[in-house]
């Protein structure tokens, strides 16, 4: 990989942030001076324009058209707002929001002075607060489009920008929601052809404040879809882990009625380096032990975590020996679609249940069992939200949309809410949410996941990879002939084309492999099923499931490897 010498220097002399541009001149020099190092880090960083992801633009800080800096972002508001005038005329009305990393505010007021340059009309956040509040926004607010400046769950040293649309500017099913193609395409189109960064005209002033109304109608609105059922005897641990969830969490559980909510002390205020977790996902091993740590100290009932952003909710619960435990993504999509299914059952909705590919395969016996149609999309809420008539919708990379009329995206928020509503009314009834998770099993069989990833530094791996997959596939897994190999390459009926394999086998095991997102990583979602007939056979059924599943987690080892 090489770098073009007038390219660089082009950049650089209009990069518009003096840090950036002197961090590329040292770099430049360093690598024009025979350092190795310094050639390829040039060379990465100028491969070319950081495009749309599975979640928007999304990369390192750092100086760059393939990182995430202020002229990237420059560049990417006038290109959006070009294509969005082009679309939907010069009153163009877009929100802006950010959450609290390093360079977020500065980046979306550079937004909102590029909207208001352009002659259209921009609000924005009054502070830092969680991406659903941005996603309602959009729907509140009747904008043709949102911007969010967040990396949400990734290290401190990224950051990223989602782009939403709304109001006139997308059909029905995607108001709302984040960008797919070939809007995407369109949009990253119109940011190629922007001028240099420092060229794209700025307002000095302008733009709107969003009313404070709009947070307190997204708290109202999150709080009433709970049932009124008055159980709320439970005591809540909850963790932010150092974003900008928890002034909205708080405000969320005490509208709902929840009274016990104790914010896990170290991790509530934001903090861009997220100094008590090596990774801020909660997903990641060892991101709940303060908050394991703070509920066993003030014997918690449950944990419940958002990510930095807020759009994503994870929870842990108490094991009878005093160690806590984890629920899984699609234990929680599980438990949340049985909730929302059952509520709109009894009160004569009809509607659908989505989920990705990626997820388990539970939601659809759920959702034929409450009269309700299912839909598997590709991962990404932004195709799990503009399912037509989804009233609920999840990935097992812990996003949950509970609500979509309030937020037609994942909302760690409405989630965390609805997954305490549950417990209290469990523990009412004396029952837990591992005993919830049994009785799933036994009303539709035991559906068992887990992941295996490869996480590489030299991306080349990752088209490697897919590649073996696709030319040499495995013939048995945990035991199972291959029944079935599905490339998603070319895309299906029922699902538009993506960088992903499906393997079945006799035994009803699956597996999808695909790169990810918004990491330099391969990811394999395998899944086993074991029928259970009786609550006798579910400490049976537990082992063969876990036995099979390990099995096959080390046969797709296998099977990556290059």
Known sequence: MSYDLATV??????????????????????AEAGQEDAQQ?????????????TAGLRGEMAGGPYRMNRAVVRKATAGLINWLQNRVGKDALVVVGFDARYNSATFAQDAVAIITAAGARAVLFPRELP????????????????????????????????????????????????IVPPVDKEIADAIAATPFADEIPLADSGWEIMPETVVENYIHHTAQAVSSTPARDLKIAY???????????????????????????????????????????PEEAGALDEAIKYAQEISADIIIASDPDADRASAAIPNPDGTWRQLSGDELGAILGQAVAAQAQANGKTGTLASSIVSSRILAPIAQHHGLNYTATLTGFKWIARVPEIIYGYEEAIGFC?????????????????????????????????????????????????????????????????????TCPPATLAGSPVESIVDLQAGTAE????????????????????????????????????????????????????????????????????
């Open 9 to 30: 220097q082009n950049w650089i002399s209009h990069d518009p942030d003096p840090h950036t541009q002197a961090e590329l001149r040292a770099l430049l020099a360093a």
């Open 41 to 53: 880090d040039l060379a990465d960083r100028f491969q070319s324009l950081l495009q749309f992801g």
């Open 131 to 178: 991406t659903p509040i941005l996603a309602h926004a959009v729907l509140t607010l009747g904008a043709d489009a949102g911007i969010m400046v967040t990396a949400s769950h990734n290290p401190p040293k990224d950051n990223g920008y989602k782009v939403y649309l709304g109001g006139r500017a997308i059909e029905e099913n995607g108001i709302g929601v984040q």
């Open 402 to 470: 509970t609500n979509p009329s309030v937020v037609r995206d994942k909302d760690g928020i409405s989630a965390g809410l609805v997954i305490a509503t549950k417990a209290a009314q469990l523990k009412a009834a004396g029952v837990s949410l591992a005993q919830e998770l049994d009785k799933l099993a036994l009303q539709y069989g035991l559906y068992l996941t887990a992941p295996v990833t490869i996480r590489v530094e030299d991306l080349s791996i990752i088209p490697a990879t897919m590649h073996k997959i696709r």
């Open 239 to 281: 963790t932010a882990m150092h974003g900008v969830g928890y002034e909205v969490m708080a405000k969320v559980f005490a509208a709902a009625g929840f009274t016990q909510v104790y914010g896990v002390p170290c991790q509530i205020h934001p903090d861009p380096d997220f100094p008590t977790v090596s990774f801020p996902n």
């Open 495 to 562: 699902l538009p084309p993506t960088d992903a394999v499906m393997i079945h086998t006799q035994a009803n095991d699956r597996v999808i492999i695909r790169p990810s997102g918004t990491e330099p990583k391969v990811k394999c979602y395998l899944e086993v099923i074991v029928p259970v007939a009786t609550e006798n056979e579910l400490p049976a059924a537990k082992e063969t499931a876990k036995q099979r599943l390990e099995k096959f987690q080390a046969d797709m080892r296998q099977a990556l490897k290059l």
